[in-house]
């Protein structure tokens, strides 16, 4: 490179070099030696940048700049073949890892401490014990229709219950509708009454989600939902049946039931249940406080007619309460926050076995 | 909704003690919040006398008291305010007192060197208000000794309920006061119109412009009002509920908001620009500074009240700074409208404006109540400020509400489950408020009261269209045939209290149930059951993540992306429940527990409809198996993850020889370390493998870890077939080793495949018992070993035919995977 040479054509030429240079390191290590020879104490690159106090005053600003465009061509040049030597590093190593994975496995899982998640466990207690009340399992999906999860349900767009719900939206779909994350298991009711001729029993466990996240909210949480849809069903039945269940799950033979005048808009007449408990100590069934535990009435007309069933002919109760909450109670366990963390820990602790699941005969 | 037991009172004539009526509101649907009780709380609280006030000898701002208990002790108490001085009558608390307002236990103390053995309390220390400008300042005489809540009527225990949406009419002190009188605690109080005489014209005129904006609005000036402080009746009810009271004029607003459900504005009629006010819907460009300190940008949805120079009031909602009353007002206009629920629900939500109006509107206000409640806000005002009525001003017409509901009576045992008198039931209707129209043995139809919007409310219905239009006609006029009769039998039950109604279990059609699960939800069930067993712990996982995790493990379409995601890291709906454990066990790693084998039967998001919300049992299994004396302790393999998945698909009825592995699983899998487990060249039952070492990196997850995924929608129902009988041959089985040289490319299944089926008749079975790659080995090479088990069913095998079959194996498995036999 002599003093002659165009600065253009030196930069370029000294570009190209490196250019090749890198093509050519077929490794890391080689690599590394180019990254060396063109930015390191005495690479060629720091060699042009330490003679530019030599180039006169005049000629010095322009050539710096260029040097400067050359350090970062150079620097993008180094990076890209070492981002291309690690993938084909990494591609190399995958390649050498293959393994026959048709081979069979062995005839046994590592050992380890298995169980089953308070929250799969009550959703199992749930099934077994409305199974026993002659209820089958009914299921949907976590995105739904507004329609579905509101209208259906007598909540029409406006109405001031829709804004209580904290709902998750999805973008809009070709019909221009956002679905939902379900914000209840309720829209299974509707999905349950459009695709089943009553009589109707069903109960349907599963996720449901709002937009609240505290110490005692999460934004994706459990239900169970209650249908019963027949003839000659009244409020009575409603409160048999809760009562049956409750002191069935929390295995409290007297545990002390109250219902009290509510408003859901897909029931009609509503009623919330409280259950007795000592405040202070957290002890179920006794010391005559009250908690509330879930919701419940008799379905609207409405939602009935939305679905396409006669109310003149057929009437029902339906019923919802939250899974982590009677799991809580049950288990007198203080935090809710845990139930999503995975904490092998916190699992190890509360898991149940799972080859003892609830089975009446056994007690729940 | 909050009201102090003396404006209950008001409406409500009772003897009935606090705790009965607590009862009796959770009973019948007004649940009770919380109950303060002031007269408890400031019970402490005496009243005292300065009976001396020298300035403190070392603080310039300081007095030292001394101060008359009433009890006959002088209490020394040093004293900041500017009004302590010789004669006043305040309010002393003593050491060991609570001081609510500053959250402290009060203690004897020595300021500067003076005793201070109690504090003379402002309103905003007791928590009364934020008055601090100086100590409490009582007539001179305030009875000393006397409980200071006492004498100051603020022993008035204060009632929190909550409202359900469907109950407009009970956002009112004589609304709740109904409920409770219904429910026999008492009788209600009627309101009694007052006799206005108007001595002027109306000064402003009223004119709805666009009826969007407002159904009916009247209004009434009165002038010569000297608008001040509201008695004090007023403003500790206004107080007790939270609010600050303002001035007469504005007290009145709010008392009649409160008290009777019904929201009134008042205009300074010297503000207002002209002499119409116009309802309107606003125009582009046009806003509000409104009473609370904002300022709004309106838009053509939102009704406003307009005078000549533009937007007064939000309609319903808030009124403007502008027009509003203050002690300099005269000439009071007194509006009192009824506005569009929706409208005001969706203005108020548009601005996010939560005001004790907008909810009432809301929920609907009494439509017949205008008239009497003008009449009576005059009255009071003029009470209240003295001044003379104009006439009325009055623009619309009042909506028709009027509509009858049919009971009848038996339905209260068929759908309540309650025998209830007929008698019974028609006397609580009518403290409700229902009017009797006809009655005879079997029904009652009655005239539903205005303020009950909900009863045989009118609103269409919104039925799914899939339904045939015959039976959707037969559904609708079933419900338009028994909804307010449902609305009836629900005011009656509620009132006569649902304790009342005997509880029946639930009839079965037979006493052994049929099973409550499907098969197939049966099986996801069993799916836990069979992983957990298997040493994983079932874990519970939020269906949505960190958009850049989720890209780990699969697509991540804008359609599953929250519009409104709660935080960031949980706004895309996961691909797979793998992403959720992968990101347990990463916590787990950072908590020192390294070492998980966890499992989630959970959903997997391919897109927003219901096919594609696959139902999943995942696990992942990270680090090493557990140290024991008896087994070594080793990194978790791609092994354990297809060994987790075949066990449920064993346990899922899947039969085992018609399961493929192909290396095509999805990319955050190793891909030289993962298979799908296939039935037939379409159905894929699983994935496997160990992940990506990036998904890893990406995760912090620094041992080794593989997953699994079952898709458990795939797995085909199995057919419900009776077991043929077992095969029991008659002679012994006999086994025999091969050792195969094969390629390593050459896969294990292909060579015991080919062994398999050498010779379906006398081999039974095929089991791989030893793998080699090493330097005993040309280089590229694998041993396999393989025992087969051969099963003579006619008579004893001979050693010549023993030898057939043995060279038949080697020959099918050369032919199908180039091997040879291992010398």
Redesign the interface.
């Known amino acids: 490179m002599s003093e002659t040479t165009n600065p253009g054509e030196e930069f370029a030429a000294l570009e190209a070099e490196t250019a090749a240079q890198l093509a050519a390191a077929a490794d890391l290590r080689a690599w590394d030696a180019v990254r060396v020879g063109t930015l390191g104490k005495s690479g060629t690159l720091t060699g042009l940048l330490k003679g530019l106090g030599q180039v006169p005053a005049e000629q010095r600003k322009e050539r710096g700049a260029a040097l400067n465009q050359l350090k970062g061509r150079l620097e993008g040049l180094i990076e890209r073949r070492r981002t291309a030597l690690e993938e084909a590093a990494?591609e190399a190593?995958?390649?050498a890892?293959?393994?026959?994975?048709?081979?069979?496995?062995?005839p046994?899982?590592?050992?380890?401490?298995?169980?089953?998640?308070p929250?799969?466990r009550t959703m199992?207690e749930l099934?077994?014990l409305?199974?026993?009340?002659?209820?089958?399992?009914a299921?949907?999906?976590?995105?739904e229709s507004d329609?579905l999860n509101f209208?259906?349900l007598n909540i029409?767009e406006?109405?001031?219950?829709r804004?209580?719900h904290d709902t998750?939206?999805?973008?809009a779909?070709a019909d221009g509708r956002?679905?939902v994350?379900r914000t209840h298991t309720s829209p299974v009711q509707?999905r349950t009454m459009?695709t089943q001729a009553p009589p109707i029993r069903v109960?349907v466990p599963g996720?449901t989600?709002r937009?609240?996240?505290d110490a005692t909210h999460s934004?994706?949480f459990?239900q169970v939902e209650g249908l019963?849809i027949d003839r000659?069903i009244?409020?009575?039945?409603?409160?048999?049946?809760l009562?049956?269940f409750l002191r069935a799950f929390f295995a409290i033979s007297d545990l002390p039931v109250?219902?009290?005048?509510?408003?859901f808009?897909f029931t009609?007449?509503?009623?919330?249940v409280d259950i007795g408990w000592n405040r202070r100590t957290g002890e179920l069934g006794k010391g005559g406080d009250w908690l509330e535990i879930l919701g419940s009435g008799?379905v609207?007309?409405?939602v009935?007619?939305?679905?396409?069933?006669?109310?003149?002919?057929w009437?029902g109760f339906a019923f919802g309460m939250g899974i982590e909450r009677i799991t809580m109670l049950k288990h007198g366990m203080p935090d809710l926050r845990p139930?999503?963390?995975?904490?092998?820990?916190w699992?190890?602790h509360w898991?149940t076995d799972?080859?003892a699941?609830p089975s009446l005969a056994e007690g729940i | 909704m909050k009201f102090p037991l003396s404006w209950l009172r008001a409406h409500l004539e009772t003897e009935a003690p606090l705790a009965e009526i607590l009862a009796v509101l959770n009973r019948i649907g007004l649940e009770v919040e919380g109950v303060e009780d002031r007269g408890a709380s400031l019970a402490a609280f005496r009243i005292a006398r300065v009976v001396e006030a020298v300035q403190h000898p070392n603080a310039d701002r300081l007095r030292a008291l001394k101060v008359d208990a009433g009890d006959g002790r002088l209490i020394s108490v040093v004293c900041g305010a500017p009004n302590a001085r010789t004669g006043l009558v305040g309010v002393l608390a003593m050491p060991g007192d609570h001081i609510p307002g500053t959250g402290i236990t009060l203690k004897v103390g020595e300021i500067r060197g003076v005793k201070s053995e109690g504090m003379m309390c402002s309103a905003r220390e007791l928590g009364l208000g934020d008055d601090h400008t100086g100590i409490i300042d009582l007539p001179e005489d305030a009875p000393v000794g006397a409980s200071y809540v006492r004498y100051a009527s603020m022993d008035d225990p204060v009632i929190e309920i909550s409202v359900t949406p469907n109950r407009g009419d009970a956002l009112s002190v004589h609304g709740v006061a109904r409920d409770l009188a219904a429910a026999g605690l008492g009788r209600l109080k009627p309101l009694v119109p007052s006799a206005i005489a108007a001595a002027y014209p109306a000064p402003l005129h009223w004119e709805i412009a666009d009826p969007r904006a407002c159904d009916y609005v009247l209004g009434r000036a009165v002038r010569g009002v000297r608008n001040g402080p509201a008695p004090a009746w007023i403003r500790d009810w206004l107080l007790a509920i939270g609010l600050r009271p303002i001035n007469a004029l504005v007290d009145v607003t709010n008392l009649f908001t409160y008290g009777l459900g019904r929201p009134l504005h008042v205009f300074d009629v010297a503000k207002v620009q002209g002499r119409t006010l116009t309802m309107r819907m606003a125009r582009p460009g046009e806003s509000l500074a409104a009473l609370n300190g904002k300022t709004y940008a309106l838009t053509d949805q939102d009704g406003i009240i307009a005078d000549a120079a533009g937007p007064e009031a939000l309609g319903g909602i808030i009124g403007g700074t502008h027009s509003g009353c203050d002690e300099t007002t005269t000439e009071v206009f007194i509006e009192c409208a009824l506005f569009d629920p929706v409208r005001i629900a969706l203005s108020g939500r548009r601005h996010d404006i939560r005001t004790d109006a907008r909810a009432r509107f809301e929920r609907g206000v009494d439509p017949a109540l205008p008239a009497v409640a003008l009449d009576l806000a005059t009255a009071l005002i003029q009470e209240l400020c003295g001044g003379e009525a104009s006439e009325v001003s009055a623009a619309g017409t009042e909506p028709a509400w009027q509509r009858d509901a049919t009971l009848r009576f038996e339905r209260l045992a068929g759908l309540g489950g309650a025998e209830v008198p007929a008698d019974e039931a028609v006397g609580i209707l009518e403290r409700l408020g229902f009017a009797v129209k006809t009655r005879d043995a079997a029904q009652v139809t009655v005239a539903v009261p205005s303020w009950r919007n909900d009863i045989a409310a009118k609103g269409a219905l919104d039925q799914a269209p899939s339904i045939p239009a015959e039976r959707a006609r037969a559904a609708a006029e079933g419900c338009a045939a028994v909804e307010p009769e449902a609305d009836l039998v629900e005011e009656v039950l509620r009132i006569r209290g649902l304790d009342t109604i005997p509880a029946v279990s639930l009839p079965v059609a037979r006493i052994v149930p049929p099973p409550a699960l499907t098969p197939k939800q049966a099986r996801a069930v069993l799916a836990r059951r069979v992983l957990a067993a298997r040493g994983m712990l079932d874990c519970v996982g939020f269906g949505f993540l960190e958009q850049k995790s989720a890209a780990l493990f699969g697509e991540t379409p804008d359609a599953l992306r929250l519009v409104n995601p709660i935080a960031a890291d949980l706004d895309q709906m996961r691909p797979t429940p793998v992403a959720s454990l992968a990101l347990a066990a990463a916590r787990n790693a950072a908590r020192g527990w390294p070492d998980v084998a966890l499992s989630e039967l959970g959903a997997a998001y391919r897109d927003p409809s219901p096919t594609g919300q696959l139902q999943v049992a995942a696990g992942l299994r990270a680090g090493h198996t557990p140290r024991h004396w008896a087994e070594a302790s080793r990194p978790v393999d791609a092994m354990d993850a297809k060994g987790d998945a075949l066990a449920v698909l064993a346990a899922l009825g899947v039969p085992m020889a018609a399961v493929t592995v192909t290396t095509d699983a999805p990319g955050f899998y190793h891909p030289g370390r993962s298979g799908v487990l296939r039935q037939g060249p379409k159905v894929v039952l699983a994935t496997f493998g160990e992940l990506h070492p990036k998904v890893r990196a990406a995760l912090d997850l620094s041992g080794p870890a593989v997953a699994f995924e079952v898709f458990l929608d795939a797995i085909p129902e199995p057919k419900r077939r009776r077991k043929g009988a077992p095969d029991l041959p008659a002679f012994q089985p006999l086994r025999r080793d091969f050792a195969f040289l094969v390629d390593e490319a050459v896969t294990a299944e292909a060579v015991l495949r080919a062994a398999r089926g050498a010779d379906k008749a006398l081999v039974a079975d095929v089991a791989l018992f030893d793998r080699y790659a090493g330097d005993k080995l040309p280089v590229g090479k694998v041993s396999l070993g393989v025992q087969v088990t051969l099963q003579p069913r006619e008579a004893t095998l001979t050693d010549a035919q023993i030898e057939a079959v043995a060279e038949k194996i080697v020959a099918a498995v050369t032919k199908a995977t180039g091997a040879s036999l291992r010398g």
């Open positions: 990494l190593r995958l390649r890892e293959r393994m026959d994975v048709t081979l069979p496995p062995r046994h899982a590592p050992a380890g401490d298995g169980g089953i998640h929250i799969s199992e099934i077994a409305f199974g026993a009340q002659g209820f089958a399992v299921e949907g999906p976590d995105i329609w209208s259906a029409p406006h109405h001031p219950a804004q209580d998750f939206y999805l973008p779909g956002r679905p994350l509707a459009l109960i996720r989600w937009a609240d996240h934004p994706m459990h019963v000659g009244t409020l009575g039945h409603l409160k048999g049946c009562i049956d109250r219902f009290r005048a509510s408003y808009p009609e007449p509503s009623m919330e008799m609207h007309p409405r009935l007619a939305n679905c396409g069933i006669d109310p003149r002919e009437q139930f999503y963390e995975s904490d092998l820990r699992l190890r898991a799972p080859l699941p």
